[in-house]
Each structure stands twice: as structure tokens, then as C-alpha cells.
């Protein structure tokens, strides 16, 4: 990390778990352990917590973010939530991208990039998820794919909006399946995906923006990935559902 330039934000992403009632006890665990905090805090969490997870959350400093956000303001798309309806809760982030997304309900670079889009319009920052599959590695074209990924997203996102993206690397094969990238791995391609912001816009914005790191982080290992240069945080699964491992990964990024 290299705080000096750009903010370390640690971001759970709770997925499908934990009930109201749960997110409530859970944060109220979290609290008094990040309540310190040297870099941004935040927790993404399933639509029907983001009530009570505002409410336990207001006035510590923690922010809260969405899994995910429709493309339209509104119309006939049962199931699904527009970013208008998450900010006007008072949500302050959405993870857009995420491999899950992609892998098991169609999200697409295009569609991706749509949700991006709505979601800046709606004033909420974007976590924006970008990473290839193992078979993809063992093909030699993470480079590729994962530039790909990140200029089709940041289509029409003007620098001044970059601003309120944060862009997640996030191998698919290390997502849920205890599998880490390395250290120089991960820092390997978020360099990457900083090269490609200083090609879109400038080396300015290039060094400003955080570049989080999400593949099975997690309290072992987030001081070696935290130490990297260019991994300004991380998207942290299973760990944020356990208050002393996030803790922990948040004291990491405290002391990086």
C-alpha cells in the first residue's frame, strides 16, 4: 500500500449470509475493534441487512455498501434494486462485477459496465470487480483479460468520477476455495490494472486510485498481501463474517 497517495479500504462482502438480526449482533461485534481504524472500513451486505446495518453503523465511521445495483432508475425487473433506491437509504457503496455475478447470473462487461454507470450517476462509489478464471491463468492471458475487463467498465467514467471507483482484483479461482494468489501475484496484476487507469486517464489518476485485492484475504495471510506497493486493500469474503478475523485484516491495513 502506499497510503500517501490513495486510501486502503478493507470491504467485507457478506454475500448471501446473515439475517437482519444477525447483521446487527455481528456488527455490534465489529465495532469496538475497528473503531480505530487507520483506513476505510466498509461492509457490503445482502439487500434485506442494509437497514439494520445503517442503523448500527451511523456515526462510527463504517460505511455500507450494496452486492449489487440494477442499470435503470426503475421499470418491470422483478427481483432486482436500482442504485436511486440504495442511495436514497443512505447507502454509500455497491460491489458492481462481482465473479459470482458473472459466473452464476449472467452479468457480462457490458452489463457490468451499465450497473457501473448507474451506480456513479447515483452518487454511490463503485467496488469494481475484475479477475480471470483458472483456466484463463493457465492460457497466459490474465493480462488481457483482466484490461479488458477494466476498460470496458470504465467506459464514459470521467476522471473526476474515478474518484469514487475502487477497483477489486479478484482471481476467480481463489474466491471461496481457500486458494490465495501470491503476494507478488497479486500485486503483479494490480500494477496492471494501474497501468491501464494511467493509460485512460493520467499517471495522477493512476496513483490516486485504490486497487483492492479479493481472493480468500483473510487474517493469516493480509499482511503480506497488504504490504504489496500497489494492493491498496481487499474485498474480503468468508473473513468479514468473523469480527476478529476482519479485525485483524483492518489492523493490517492500519499498519501498512
Known amino acids: 500500500m502506499n497510503k500517501t497517495v490513495r486510501k486502503a479500504v478493507i470491504a467485507g462482502n457478506w454475500k448471501m449470509n446473515k439475517t437482519p438480526a444477525e447483521a446487527k449482533a455481528l456488527l455490534e461485534e465489529i465495532k469496538p475493534l475497528v473503531k480505530d481504524a487507520g483506513c476505510v472500513v466498509v461492509v457490503c451486505v445482502p439487500y434485506v441487512d442494509l437497514a439494520a446495518a445503517l442503523e448500527a453503523t451511523a456515526g462510527t465511521g463504517i460505511g455500507v455498501g450494496a452486492e449489487n445495483c440494477h442499470w435503470e432508475v426503475s421499470g418491470a425487473y422483478t427481483g432486482e434494486v436500482s442504485a436511486q433506491m440504495l442511495a436514497s437509504m443512505g447507502v454509500q457503496y455497491v460491489i458492481i462485477g462481482h465473479s459470482e455475478r458473472r459466473t452464476y447470473f449472467g452479468d457480462t462487461d457490458v452489463t457490468v459496465q451499465k450497473r457501473a454507470r448507474a451506480a456513479l450517476d447515483a452518487g454511490l462509489t463503485v467496488i469494481l470487480c475484475v479477475g480471470e478464471t483458472l483456466e484463463q491463468r493457465e492460457q497466459g492471458i490474465t493480462a488481457e483479460l483482466v484490461a479488458m475487463q477494466a476498460k470496458i467498465a470504465l467506459q464514459g467514467v470521467s476522471r473526476e468520477e474515478l474518484a469514487r471507483v475502487i477497483i477489486a482484483y479478484e482471481p476467480v479461482w481463489a474466491i471461496g476455495t481457500g486458494r490465495t494468489a501470491t503476494a507478488e501475484q497479486a500485486n503483479e496484476v494490480c500494477a496492471l490494472i494501474r497501468e491501464v487507469v494511467k493509460e485512460l486517464y493520467d499517471a495522477g489518476a493512476a496513483q490516486a486510485l485504490t486497487i483492492q485485492y479479493g481472493g480468500s484475504m483473510n487474517a493469516k ?36
Open 221 to 256: 495471510n493480509a499482511a503480506e498481501l497488504l504490504a504489496q506497493p500497489d494492493v491498496d486493500g481487499g474485498l474480503i469474503g468468508g473473513a468479514s463474517l468473523k469480527a476478529p478475523d476482519f479485525a485483524e485484516i483492518v489492523k493490517a491495513a492500519t499498519v501498512g
